[in-house]
């Protein structure tokens, strides 16, 4: 959680009364600002951090507003996509909700290089096409995946087009925290002024 700390007690002093009426609405807009900024440049660090990030990856943001009774701004990710960001965050080892996580190998990718949906589903049905794993009697000795005979007619060498494995691992590579703390810092200061400034300026 980003937390910014300001002085408002010193500041209330200096303020007239409808400035110190005003205080509340300008810190609202303060944080809704500063919380605007901060989702922007996490979606500029998913550009960074990641090699062609999908739009739902970069959709991965929002925002819930701070009001006058509640003066707290939230910046987070999606459940869904939260589910695999917080790995690149801290990086560790993701294991499967099934029976091993599809990891491609040989099949043909999407423009954001990932296997494109349904696509296990088309590779098992090409000709020549199986499933090797410790159950799979001829193809036991092969490591777990899916396979196809390259050359015409299915004929030729087997190529694996799909890898089941047991666990991946990550590295930290998305710097969440440091990107929401130094966008914060830089924005709430002047955010804070001109809000104040603004919420006097139109005081009924």
């Given at each position: 959680?980003?937390?910014?700390?300001?002085?408002?007690?010193?500041?209330?002093?200096?303020?007239?009364?409808?400035?110190?009426?005003?205080?509340?609405?300008?810190t609202a807009m303060a944080l809704n600002d500063t919380a605007a900024a901060v989702k922007e440049a996490e979606e500029r660090?998913?550009?960074?951090?990641?090699?062609?990030p999908t739009p739902f990856t970069k959709r991965a943001f929002y925002v819930r507003r701070a009001r006058k009774a509640s003066l707290v701004a939230t910046v987070g990710a999606k459940p869904v996509q939260a589910a695999y960001l917080k790995m690149q965050v801290s990086g560790g080892v993701r294991r499967p909700r099934g029976r091993a996580l599809v990891v491609p190998a040989g099949a043909r990718l999407n423009k954001y290089g990932n296997l494109p949906k349904g696509g296990l589903g088309r590779i098992k049905k090409r000709k020549g096409a199986f499933v090797a794993s410790r159950n799979s009697g001829k193809a036991a000795h092969l490591p777990a995946g899916v396979y196809v005979r390259s050359g015409r007619g299915g004929r030729g060498p087997l190529k694996m087009q799909i890898s089941f494995e047991p666990r991946a691992s990550y590295r930290a590579a998305y710097k969440f925290g440091p990107v929401a703390m130094s966008a914060g810092s830089r924005t709430f200061p002047s955010a804070f002024t001109e809000a104040l400034r603004r919420a006097i300026r139109t005081a009924k």
């Open positions: 959680m980003l937390s910014i700390k300001a002085d408002f007690d010193a500041a209330e002093r200096l303020l007239s009364d409808l400035g110190r009426k005003q205080l509340p609405f300008a660090e998913v550009e960074s951090a990641f090699e062609r």
